[in-house]
């Protein structure tokens, strides 16, 4: 069955720093892969999703994602992160023939003015 | 306009009692769930319904049931309500295989 880790639960950065927030899976072939952010009070908003392809996918709000098969892992990324990025961010993977789609328990983002 | 919507927002009742929660997307979606989550903000799929037909029942009590009157509607009731059923609940809704589920803003269930 797959599964998705998220081995940081909490994650603090300064305003203006770079962000990576780590994710990997586990699948027996190549799954679809996606982010989403939950601001607070809030549901998941998709941020970006893998199916194939280029590696590199660009996502909403300046995010993007690497899949890298050999580490099978799908880390978020932002060059330069804002105050309003706090929030919750939750990695995900979903097989090919349904759309059973499993998360990961979550990163908890702080930003520092 | 909200593509997936939910009601009521907050939801507060006594132990035993009865509730519902109401779900409807407008998207065209073939494809609706219901997910768990709970203090610690883990996720849990607890149903979905393709075209009126339940493909996945994760291990959950049978006191909750989700109802489906049509594509566009998933509504989830839940008999007996317990303290250990307060969480929030989120409806979400997809289309295509891989496309990503559209969350509604979820209920916050909250049994005294």
């Known amino acids: 069955a797959q599964s998705v880790t998220q081995p940081d639960i909490h994650i603090t950065v300064s305003e203006g720093a770079s962000l990576e927030l780590r994710c990997n899976y586990s699948?027996?072939?190549?799954?679809?892969l996606f982010w989403y952010v939950q601001s607070p009070g809030q549901g998941l908003q998709l941020l970006l999703k893998y199916f194939s392809g280029d590696t590199l996918v660009q996502g909403i709000k300046g995010f993007e994602a690497e899949f890298k098969r050999s580490q099978s892992s799908f880390n978020l990324r932002k060059p330069s992160v804002h105050w309003s990025d706090a929030a919750e961010y939750f990695c995900a993977v979903g097989p090919h023939n349904n759309n059973d789609m499993r998360f990961g328990a979550g990163t908890r983002l702080t930003v520092k003015p | 306009d909200t593509a997936v919507s939910q009601t009521p927002k907050y939801l507060v009742t006594q132990m035993g009692n009865d509730k519902s929660i109401k779900c409807e997307q407008n998207?065209?979606?073939?494809?609706m769930y219901w997910y768990k989550q709970d203090s610690k903000k883990f996720l849990k799929i607890m149903f979905s319904y393709n075209n009126k037909e339940l493909i996945i029942n994760e291990t959950v009590p049978n006191r909750f049931s989700p109802k489906s009157p049509d594509k566009a509607h998933l509504n989830l009731h839940i008999n007996s309500l317990e303290l250990g059923d307060s969480a929030v609940y989120f409806c979400?809704?997809?289309?295509?295989?891989?496309?990503?589920?559209?969350f509604g803003s979820g209920t916050r269930l909250t049994v005294v």
């Open positions: 699948y027996g072939a190549t799954p679809y």
């Open positions: 998207l065209g979606h073939d494809t």
């Open positions: 979400a809704s997809s289309q295509e295989l891989g496309g990503g589920y559209t």
